[in-house]
């Protein structure tokens, strides 16, 4: 039973990924069917992502109060409908207000499934829970790639997804039941564990934990500037097609489904410590590939990025005990969720104000520099981590 239900906490992965990608394979056919300027995505990736730091900080109360599974039904509907919505919109401000309830119920979902798994599943399980992401993510890109194709174009696109959304809904409606059995068992788990909970606001003073959400705020800003304006990029610097843009977005994310797939494996082996320095290099050479501009070294570039994508996150979330400790570990998980969130946000829109400004050609340096934050930031957690280690060992053959 408990591997069923892990099952239905993948398949509800799935619907969180797929509107994460739709809006960048779409957007260089959307913008111009509704004649609005090519900069608004960001716009509307900042206020859908300020809903789901709302919604994420909101999430804890909310999910205690009505439970982990009617709170992941809501909030999977809440995005079907929105995705419904913006197949329907007839102009911008639409789209603006559709974005209110797709933001809130995606951020619902990643927090609660994401703080339900890293505690109660082995690090192998969170990595293939973000790899169900990918398949979401790399779904999206692939219909509306198909769609754009036709003469019904991105708005059919959008229906087909928001169907499969319902489809997800009917799925959460019908295990409401075995939801409520595992609630009532995380609470009793609750009620047994013996660490105290946490002040939210002694963990920034804890040595390392702002490199900490230091990092997952440049990670989200690689991966989400990579994802929504890769599509662009290649329409406007490469001579691609629409379609064929959409579906380089779709090998992205792609890659990041893989390697997360692949990664579960690879835990098995090697530390997430080495496996995140293995990804932070895979981007670095796939952002190069893209930047050359040769044209057959942009498969493979789209390729790199995402598999060097893959293992960063579930890595990174997963390695927080280790870091910081279990009594610290869930406290410090919602903030790097947090800033990981302001990461998707702003960052990206940040790029898209300079898009609409001529600056379009800066993708791939303005990437770069992201990559290069996130390697600080780890690398100075793995520096301190390693210090500790040593006085620990130290400490211990002196007491020995």
């Known amino acids: 039973m408990a591997t069923f239900f892990l099952m239905v906490i993948y398949v509800a992965f799935i619907g969180l990924g797929l509107p994460d990608s739709a809006l960048g394979a779409s957007w260089p056919a959307m913008h111009q069917s509704l004649g609005i300027p090519i900069e608004y995505a960001g716009i509307l990736s900042v206020m859908t992502t300020g809903g789901t730091i709302l919604s994420s900080f909101m999430s804890g109360r909310v999910t205690r109060r009505f439970g982990t599974g009617k709170v992941t039904l809501i909030s999977v509907l ?3 409908l929105a995705l419904m919505g913006f197949s ?44 169900f992401w ?18 019904s174009g991105w708005r059919s696109g959008y229906r087909v997804i928001s169907a499969i959304q319902i489809g997800i ?5 019908v295990t409401l039941p075995l939801w409520k059995r595992f609630d009532l068992k995380n609470i009793s788990e609750r009620e047994e564990d013996p660490e105290p909970p946490q002040a939210g606001g002694n963990i920034y003073r804890m040595k390392g934990v702002r490199y900490a959400i230091l990092s997952f705020f440049a990670y989200c800003a690689v991966e989400m500037t990579m994802g929504l304006w890769g599509s662009s990029y290649l329409v406007n610097y ?3 097609s629409a379609e064929t843009a959409a579906r380089y977005t779709s090998l992205y994310f792609g890659g990041i489904t893989m390697g997360r797939f692949l990664t579960g494996f690879v835990t098995m082996k090697f530390s ?15 952002i190069l590939l893209i930047l050359s501009g040769v044209s057959f070294l942009l498969f493979p570039g789209f390729l790199l990025v995402g598999f060097g994508c893959a293992p960063v996150f579930p890595g990174m979330i997963h390695e927080t005990p280790a870091r910081f400790g279990k009594a610290h570990a869930q406290t410090i998980i919602g903030a790097q969720m947090a800033f990981a969130y302001m990461g998707s946000t702003f960052m990206p829109a940040l790029f898209g104000f300079l898009a609409g400004r001529g600056y379009l050609w800066l993708f791939t340096p303005y990437l770069l520099i992201l990559l290069a934050l996130l390697l600080f930031s780890t690398e100075k957690i793995n520096a301190m981590m390693k210090k500790r ?5 130290q400490h211990e053959k002196i007491v020995s």
């Open 78 to 80: 809440m995005t079907a």
């Open 88 to 131: 329907l919109a007839p102009g911008f401000y639409w789209l603006v207000l559709l974005t209110l309830p797709l933001g809130l119920g995606a951020g619902s979902v990643d927090a609660a499934l994401n703080g339900y798994v890293s505690l109660h599943y082995e690090a192998k399980h969170m990595s293939w829970l973000h790899s």
């Open 134 to 151: 990918g398949v979401g993510a790399t779904t999206g890109p692939m219909i509306l790639s198909f769609f754009l194709l036709s003469s």
């Open 169 to 173: 809904v009917v799925l959460l409606f």
């Open 238 to 240: 490469s001579g691609f």
């Open 272 to 286: 997430f410590r080495s496996i995140i320095r293995g990804g932070i290099l895979s981007i670095l050479l796939g």
């Open 389 to 393: 280690n040593t006085l620990l060992q």
